[in-house]
T-cell receptor, first 113, second 114 residues
Framework: DAGITQSPRHKVTETGTPVTLRCHQT?????MYWYRQDPGHGLRLIHY???????DKGEVSDGYSVSRSKTEDFLLTLESATSSQTSVYFC????????????FGEGSRLTVL | GENVEQHPSTLSVQEGDSAVIKCTYS??????FPWYKQELGKGPQLIID?????GEKKDQRIAVTLNKTAKHFSLHITETQPEDSAVYFC?????????????FGAGTQVVVTP
């Protein structure tokens, strides 16, 4: 157990509303990631962070922003949700200098109506 | 950028038989190839990985092979059991400059029937 908690686990919202997903980790890992999972696409990287206030874009970052003001929290924000952002979102951490293994949270299922 | 293709998308096997999932990648600089297993309602979990300086790796009933020349790698599960039923993802990355930034295949739904 890598001590990753995602919240909320399920959310239904309407097009145009802002949404924030939270990833919380308890073990002070430096590297954190947000992936989205969609049928036929596997998992795709949205944004990642290599430390406090150190974030960068992944493959599918359009429409998303992130913030990391504390080591333990990595927030993913959809400023104005669209139906194409309906997905399951996974937060992950990696143990730097140990292996390339990612430890994933349990996921947050977001439905945008 | 890297592109990973995974086949088949679904695989049904009888308990006790073997299962093979194949992936190809496009970036010759990729040097790390993990396989993840995802059970229903959970996040993916690493089951085995291989680095580009190794051709094969085994861990009990699972093994991964890598052919760098052909740019493909495969997951082999022997003596399948019902608990092997899950979605399996292959992935590729360059650990030199893309730590943790994995490019995933689309996934294979494996169903093991008793």
């Amino acid at each position: 157990d890598a001590g990753i908690t995602q919240s909320p686990r399920h959310k239904v919202t309407e097009t145009g509303t802002p949404v924030t997903l939270r990833c919380h980790q308890t073990e002070n890992h430096r590297y954190m990631y947000w992936y989205r999972q969609d049928p036929g696409h596997g998992l795709r990287l949205i944004h990642y962070s290599y430390g406090v206030k150190d974030t960068d874009k992944g493959e599918v970052s359009d429409g998303y922003s992130v913030s990391r003001s504390k080591t333990e929290d990595f927030l993913l924000t959809l400023e104005s949700a669209t139906s194409s952002q309906t997905s399951v979102y996974f937060c992950a951490i990696s143990l730097e200098a140990v292996s390339g293994e990612l430890f994933f949270g349990e996921g947050s299922r977001l439905t945008v109506l | 950028g890297e592109n990973v293709e995974q086949h088949p998308s679904t695989l049904s096997v009888q308990e006790g038989d073997s299962a093979v999932i194949k992936c190809t990648y496009s970036d010759s600089a990729s040097n790390y190839f993990p396989w993840y297993k995802q059970e229903l309602g959970k996040g993916p979990q690493l089951i085995i990985d291989i680095r580009s300086n190794v051709g094969e790796k085994k861990d009990q009933r699972i093994a991964v092979t890598l052919n760098k020349t052909a740019k493909h790698f495969s997951l082999h599960i022997t003596e399948t059991q019902p608990e092997d039923s899950a979605v399996y993802f292959c992935a590729a990355s360059r650990t030199t400059d893309s730590w943790g930034k994995l490019q995933f295949g689309a996934g294979t739904q494996v169903v093991v029937t008793p």
